[in-house]
């Protein structure tokens, strides 16, 4: 089994190969959390079926529906934190201020 994918201290991203992204809002409630997630595993499973079947015209709203489910989710869109911070979504870590955090990751004990 993988280990998790580190995350900021302050909760906003996790990384993925040196990339920082948007974590989900956490202030959702659970029940609406779980409906989000499983509108966004039925969009994804539409994506993929439009690009078996060659379909642009459902791989467009295959998309948009993955689209508005991360949005809902916080993962995209306006941040869904409110103090104002930028976003540094699909930035490079360490090309962020969370660069010394990251680098720490990785240095030897």
Known sequence: MKPPCPRTPDGRYFV??????????PALETEERERLVHQLMDARRAVKMAKGTDDA???????????????ALGER?????????????RFLAKNTPYA?????LSAPA
Not at 16 to 25: E, K, P
Not at 100 to 104: I, L, N, P, T, V
């Open 16 to 25: 993925v190969r040196g990339r920082l992204w948007r974590c989900s809002n």
């Open 57 to 71: 015209q459902a791989l467009r709203g295959a998309r948009q529906q993955v689209d508005a489910a991360k949005v």
């Open 77 to 89: 869109g306006p941040p869904w934190w409110s103090d104002g911070a930028p976003d540094f979504n």
């Open 100 to 104: 010394d955090w990251y680098a720490q």
